[in-house]
Each structure stands twice: as structure tokens, then as C-alpha cells.
């Protein structure tokens, strides 16, 4: 090579998360992956390498198997490199070792079966790097990935340094490591060309002889506003019109002729990261408002470039403290794994894969746990992970009550099974349910996200429409007005069967905006598993709980509350035993509430002395059915959140709230009784 001449190494990636409906698939697939590649094929001297994850993949080969062939043809012309990573994108450190090594080769055989390729890089999803990584990846016949320069810098390096790729291991195993240069991810393709050109230029006058972008390739098109400035105004054909025209000191190269053509520039040994966004996105609320606060003081004081390695933010492993919902859906992945392992059902294995796709699973500029259509499918696909593997056991293994440590938080959770139905319960928060599973359509009913407070909701009120094309991580726009007045943050989680006692004359038209005064605190309480010598009756498996706080008033008043839940062939009876243990007589409301995430018509509806209420989720095609005993009146209220994602501030709908409330007129030692039963059928 010559003295004057640096690597240009260009490599992107494209994914698309499980859940996404087919016409976003086609829409992006129209309005970057297509033309991105296209525009490629018309300048050969411009080499890439190239991501796609597994699911895009299969959805090229149904849908549009000719784009396959096109980048078949730019593999065999020597112009791009495909690269392989977990076929359904998961977080490889937070998946079974089993399952990343696993999805990694089912990706690598699609790629040399379809496309006649032998990948030897991988594409880390997130770039979420973990120590242990090279033993993973070395099993799985990796090597070399990219990570970002940040990487590095938190590592202690210089960018100075960083003028080619490095060399890692652990346990011995070695892995190739490329820094990826974020200052071409901001520069790419939001700026001029000629920026991108001159700071090429300025790597070169200072040693470097590798430089690296590797960077989402739905920026080139599918970002807001991108589509016009990439396509429309040309700024994709001046790019690769420009690197031809200067190839006689930008050399653009695949990873794997880069490795083949220079040396390593050292050994390395890199802290747990992601980019710089991500591990600001994984901090508390309040913590990431201190964060923010002290990056906006650097900035302005013009010593943010000097002290940026060792401003790092969070961890990514702790968006599973930061959103319970998270945990319990990563917990619930770790929980079907075991069972999937040993069945050695392989169509439960792959639908296990799906699980782990990994966007569900935390929060940032992109919506991810926040969008219930994501959630969902990650549900669909772990419940019917979970279906087929018990296919092999008898009926009546299938009937289970198991209590464990389901959450890894150091309390047990119960969880009651039976053919058709999960029930998950946790005792250590008020006796709620957490999960219910109707199994014939693989749905967690309470798969609902609780209002938080995050840091960017400080930003609400500048939300502005934006005209410029910046970076998806600059944009502040909002897409309607007024959502400031659906910044409600709930005191505890949105679980279901949480026990509730408020005043005689309560007005309960605003629970669900936190204006209800509560005159116990059984919601934040422990319940007790209750041991009984007797059998406990009931239809199926049954768990009854108690817990004795007391009612504040004039005069404070102790009851203990008994539920018992015993699952139904459809769906569960709940009965309540309700005791006053004092000699005081007491008035008072007391209320169930249930969160459910559900498709229903009627977000908001009152009735009165109700026997029975339906429920019909129109999307997934089954009814929720109660049957009161005592008549109660039932509140509902949608639980709505306001999120960031890559189009700005948006109101969801997570769910619905559903508040069934009895009045009760408890003598002294008094007791109330009373049952609901909640049944679930399929629609025909």
C-alpha cells in the first residue's frame, strides 16, 4: 500500500426487530436497504461490508428473494462482505451461551447456503460488549467485530492511537477488534462530503492508516428526513462518486482484506460498553438528568473532548433495574430456556430464538420497550417456546404450582400452571399478578408498561417541529401538543389483583390520575404465603395469600386480607376474605385493580352494581370475561405513556386499568367474603 494512502473501511448494518409488521419491512426496504445497495452496484471500485440480521434476511428470501440475488452478484465481484451475528439479534452476553453460539451459526449457514459467502466477522448487536465475549465468539468460528472507538477511549487509550485494528482475548482465545470512529457517524451522511473527506484526510496526515464506519444502514433513508437528503438531493452518489475520485489515497476496503493487508496496531482489553447513547439511556431517571446536566457544563467549558473517556454513563444490564417489565420478560426468556433445553423440541429452540431479539428489551431513541407491539411478540414467541416444549408431558405434569425466585431479586414468586393458562404471582408486591398466559394464542395479558418519569420528559415543553436533517440522536420534536398533561407517574407497578381501601365518599373518577387518597397501604405490602394443614379447595392449582396492615382514619383500624387463586380450565376464581380485627366498626371502599394489555374498544367506561363485564381484545381475537359476586362498580381508564422515539415525543397507549370496587360495612371482628372468577376464550 502506499505511504499516503488509508483504509476507508465501511461497513454497515440493517435489522428490523421481531413484531414489526410486514409494511415497515417494505416501506424501509423501499426507502434505504434497496436503493443503498442499487447505488453501490453503480460504483465497484467502492467496497462495504455489510450486516443483515437473520429476520431480514428470511424476510428478503419470502418477500423479495431477487435483492438476494443482487447482493449475492456484489459478493461474488469481490465488492462487498457479508457479515454474520445472532440470526434474531440478540444481546449475545444476556442469552444463553448455548443460544448465542447457536444463533451465530444459523446465521453464518444461511449466509455461505444463500449466499455462497464464509463470514468471518460478526456484527454485535448494540455494540454491547462484555469481557468473557471472545471465548463465545471464538466457539463460534468468529474473528473479528467492531466495536465503537468509544470503546477504546473508556479503556484508557487515545484517539491518537487509534490508527488500526487490535487484538483481544480471554481464556486465551483471541478476537480482532476494530474501532469504529464516531465522529464519521455524525458526519455520515449529515454532513456535507466534504467534511467526511477532510477529516479522512486528517486521520491520514496523522499516522492512521485503518479508519472505520460501521453504523445502522436504515440512516441512509429510513431515519426522519434522511430519505430526501440521500436519495433525492444525491448526497449517497456524490459520497461514492467522491471516494472513486480520490482512491488514489482513500482506499475503501472490506474488514476481512484489511485484516489480510495490515498488521494489528496492538493488544487490548476492553471494560463492558456500548455506544454513548446506550449506556446514557441504561441510567435511572434522576441520574441521567445529572449526566445530562454535566455534559451540557463540559460542552460549554470546551473540556468535554478531554475528559469524555472517563465520562461513561450506565450499564446495559441495568435496564433490567431500571424497568421491572424488562426483568420480568428477561427472566421469563431465562425461564423458557431451561425448559426449551431440555425437551429438545428444535421448533421450540428457534421460537425461543425469536424471543431474544433484543429491542423489547430496553429504552432509548428508538421506543423499544415502550412500543406494546414489541413486547408483545417477544411474549408470542417465549409462550410458544414454552407450548411446544410441554407438549411432551402429561396433563396432568402440565397443572404445576412452583414457587421460585422467578425475578432474581431475592423474594419467590409463585407460579401456577395449567394446559391453557399462567398465572405468575408475587407475593413480596401485595400479592399481585404479574403474568397471565392464555397459551391457544401465546398472549401475556399483563404485559403492561408502568408511567415512569425519564429524564427527556423534561424536554417536553421545547418540543418544536424540525425542519433540518440532524442526527436521530439531536431531533426534539413532538407529535401532537398538549402532552405535558399525560406526564402521570404511577407510585407502584402496574400488576393486577392490587388491593386498594379508600374512603367511604372517594371519588373513584380519578384513580388512575393518582388523585385517590389511599387509607391502607396493602398495594406496597408483603403478602404471606398462607400454610394450611387443610387442603386448600379449588378447581386446579391454588395459592392464598395474607397480609394484615392497618386502615388509617380517626382511628386506625387493623384488617387482614386473605386471597386465594385457583386456576380455572380458562382462567381463575379469586376469592377474598376480608376480616376486621378490631372491635370498631369500619366503612369503607375496597378495590381490585387489574392492568391489562389489551386491544379493547372502550378505553374508559363507568358501571354500577356490575355481575359481569367482557372484555374483547379485537386484535388477538379472545374475550376476558368477570363475574362479580356482591355486585361491585367497575372503573376502566387506559394507562398512557409519553415516550421518546425516532420520530420524537408520542402518547401510547400501554393498556387498560380495570377497578372492580365493593363497598363494605365491617362490624367489629366482621368479615366480608366475596369471589370474581376471570375466564378467557378464544373467538371463533
Not at 467522491?242 to 482506499?251: G, H, T
Request: proline share 5%.
Amino acid at each position: 500500500m502506499p505511504d499516503k494512502q488509508i483504509n476507508f473501511c465501511l461497513g454497515v448494518h440493517n435489522h428490523q426487530p421481531v413484531g414489526n409488521p410486514p409494511e415497515i419491512f417494505e416501506r424501509i426496504y423501499r426507502r434505504a436497504y434497496l436503493p443503498f445497495v442499487e447505488i453501490l452496484a453503480e460504483y465497484p471500485t467502492v467496497k462495504a461490508t455489510i450486516h443483515y440480521c437473520g429476520i431480514l434476511l428470511a424476510w428478503f428470501e419470502e418477500s423479495h428473494p431477487e435483492f438476494l440475488e443482487l447482493l449475492k452478484d456484489l459478493v461474488e465481484r469481490g465488492q462487498i462482505e457479508l457479515r454474520t451475528g445472532g440470526f434474531y439479534e440478540p444481546i449475545l452476553p444476556i442469552i444463553p451461551a448455548g443460544d448465542a453460539v447457536g444463533q451465530i451459526r444459523k446465521l453464518t449457514e444461511f449466509l455461505e447456503s444463500r449466499l455462497s459467502c464464509s463470514p468471518k466477522g460478526l456484527w454485535l448487536a448494540e455494540r454491547v460488549w462484555e469481557p468473557h465475549l471472545p471465548v463465545l465468539l471464538n466457539e463460534a468460528g468468529i474473528e473479528y467485530i467492531v466495536v465503537d472507538d468509544f470503546h477504546f477511549l473508556s479503556a484508557g487509550f487515545e484517539e491518537e492511537q487509534l490508527k488500526g485494528y487490535f487484538i483481544t482475548e480471554a481464556e486465551n482465545r483471541l478476537l480482532k477488534v476494530f474501532p469504529a470512529s464516531m465522529k464519521l457517524r455524525y458526519l455520515i451522511p449529515f454532513e456535507p462530503v466534504e467534511k467526511t473527506l477532510a477529516y479522512l484526510d486528517e486521520k491520514l496526515k496523522s499516522g492512521s492508516r485503518v479508519i472505520t464506519l460501521d453504523d445502522d444502514g436504515e440512516k441512509f433513508g429510513a431515519w426522519p428526513k434522511t430519505h430526501e437528503a440521500v436519495y433525492e438531493q444525491g448526497w449517497l452518489r456524490k459520497f461514492f462518486r467522491s471516494l472513486e475520485a480520490n482512491s488514489d489515497w482513500v482506499r475503501t476496503s472490506t474488514f476481512s482484506e484489511c485484516l489480510t493487508g495490515t498488521k494489528p496496531a496492538g493488544r487490548i482489553y476492553l471494560p463492558t460498553a456500548s455506544y454513548p447513547e446506550m449506556l446514557e439511556w441504561s441510567l435511572p431517571a434522576k441520574s441521567a438528568e445529572v449526566y445530562e446536566d454535566i455534559l451540557a457544563e463540559l460542552k460549554a467549558s470546551g473540556a468535554y473532548g478531554r475528559y469524555q473517556p472517563f465520562f461513561k454513563g450506565g450499564f446495559f444490564r441495568n435496564f433490567f433495574v431500571k424497568y421491572p417489565e424488562s426483568n420480568r420478560m428477561h427472566k421469563k426468556m431465562w425461564h423458557v430456556a431451561d425448559k426449551v433445553h431440555r425437551s429438545g423440541n428444535k421448533e421450540a429452540l428457534d421460537e425461543l430464538w425469536k424471543g431474544q431479539c433484543n429491542d423489547a428489551y430496553w429504552h432509548g431513541v428508538f421506543g423499544g420497550l415502550y412500543l406494546p407491539h414489541l413486547r408483545t411478540a417477544i411474549y408470542e414467541k417465549l409462550i410458544k417456546a414454552e407450548a411446544l416444549a410441554d407438549e411432551n408431558l402429561p396433563e396432568e405434569l402440565r397443572h404445576s404450582l412452583e414457587t421460585t425466585d422467578f425475578d432474581k431479586d431475592g423474594l419467590n414468586e409463585v407460579l401456577l400452571s395449567n394446559s391453557l393458562t399462567n398465572f405468575y404471582l408475587s407475593p413480596a408486591r401485595g400479592g399481585a399478578i404479574f403474568e397471565i398466559d392464555y397459551k391457544p394464542k401465546f398472549n401475556n395479558l399483563l404485559n403492561v408498561l408502568t408511567r415512569r418519569e425519564e429524564a427527556y420528559h423534561q424536554k417536553i415543553k421545547e418540543a418544536v417541529v424540525e425542519k433540518d436533517v440532524k442526527t436521530i440522536h439531536e431531533m426534539v420534536t413532538a407529535k401532537e401538543a398538549g402532552l405535558e398533561k399525560y406526564l402521570i407517574y404511577d407510585s407502584y407497578e402496574k400488576l393486577s389483583l392490587i388491593d386498594h381501601f379508600f374512603g367511604i365518599n372517594e371519588d373513584l373518577k380519578g384513580f388512575a390520575d393518582g388523585l385517590c387518597r389511599e387509607m391502607g397501604d396493602f398495594h406496597l405490602s408483603s403478602y404471606d404465603i398462607l400454610d394450611s394443614n387443610e387442603p386448600v379447595p379449588g378447581p386446579g392449582p391454588t395459592i392464598q395469600l395474607g397480609c394484615t396492615r392497618e386502615i388509617k382514619g380517626e382511628k386506625n383500624v387493623p384488617l387482614l386480607v386473605k386471597k386465594r387463586v385457583s386456576l380455572a380450565p380458562s382462567g381463575a376464581i379469586i376469592h377474598y376474605e376480608i376480616r376486621n380485627l378490631s372491635q370498631e366498626a369500619l366503612e369503607i371502599l375496597f378495590s381490585t385493580e387489574f392492568n391489562f394489555s389489551m386491544f379493547v374498544e372502550e378505553k374508559r367506561f363507568s358501571r354500577t352494581a356490575a355481575d359481569s363485564v367482557e372484555l374483547l381484545d379485537w386484535v388477538n381475537g379472545f374475550t376476558v370475561t368477570f363475574q362479580f359476586d356482591g355486585g361491585p362498580s367497575v372503573e376502566s381508564f387506559p394507562i398512557e405513556t409519553v415516550s421518546l422515539s425516532d420520530e420524537g415525543f408520542e402518547r401510547i397507549c400501554q393498556g387498560l386499568m380495570f377497578l372492580p370496587t365493593w363497598r363494605l360495612m365491617l362490624d367489629g371482628e366482621g368479615i366480608f367474603e366475596t369471589k370474581l372468577s376471570l375466564k378467557i376464550e378464544e373467538q371463533p
